[in-house]
T-cell receptor, first 114, second 112 residues
């Protein structure tokens, strides 16, 4: 049973729309992450957070933004969606430090921008 | 050149076979090695992790790390159709607080 929840599971939206992908976890983990996953490609980290009011950009350049107002909630927002944003977005959480705690992933949001 | 290379497959084997999944890496400073399993339309889940060279066994699964060759493997004994999934390797530096470097995943199909 998943302890980290992502909504929506699937989203098809037109170019230029603003979207927010939701992620919530019930494990009390301090660290949360957003990854982008494309078919046949490795996971790329786009944002992460060490805790409330902490957000950092990952290695993959992204036009998205994130916020961390509550420990359990880490939404990702695209102000103006483009076809290049079409991808699967995975949210994850862990305790600190990462080397002592595995990543727990949600089941992802598959985004299609037309 | 990618830091972590993983054969994308698909790898198709009959039920009961021994499966070997592999990753090679270029950064000799990596110290922490993981295997995740990802079923279709699900997020990845941790299967095994290890800090050191050598073997680590968990049931039908064995993780092997050879730091001298910069090569890691995951062996699955008595493979089952339920093992059909994509297997992702990941690794990091010991002092990394956030950064895992991922392979692209190998799709495994176990035929009944």
């Amino acid at each position: 049973e998943a302890d980290i929840y992502q909504t929506p599971r699937y989203l098809v939206i037109g170019t230029g729309k603003k979207i927010t992908l939701e992620c919530s976890q019930t494990m009390g983990h301090d660290k949360m992450y957003w990854y982008q996953q494309d078919p046949g490609m490795e996971l790329h980290l786009i944002h992460y957070s060490y805790g409330v009011n902490s957000t950092e950009k990952g290695d993959l350049s992204s036009e998205s933004t994130v916020s961390r107002i509550r420990t359990e909630h880490f939404p990702l927002t695209l102000e103006s969606a483009r076809p290049s944003h079409t991808s699967q977005y995975l949210c994850a959480s862990s305790r600190q430090p990462l080397t002592d705690s595995p990543l727990h992933f949600g089941n992802g949001t598959r985004l299609t921008v037309t | 050149q990618k830091e972590v290379e993983q054969d994308p497959g698909p790898l198709s084997v009959p039920e009961g076979a021994i499966v070997s999944l592999n990753c090679t890496y270029s950064n000799s400073a990596f110290q922490y090695f993981m295997w995740y399993r990802q079923y279709s339309r699900k997020g990845p889940e941790l299967l095994m992790y290890t800090y050191s060279s050598g073997n680590k066994e968990d049931g039908r699964f064995t993780a092997q790390v050879d730091k001298s060759s910069k090569y890691i493997s995951l062996f699955i004994r008595d493979s089952q159709p339920s093992d059909s999934a994509t297997y992702l390797c990941a690794m990091s530096l010991m002092d990394s607080n956030y950064q895992l470097i991922w392979g692209a995943g190998t799709k495994l199909i176990i035929k009944p």
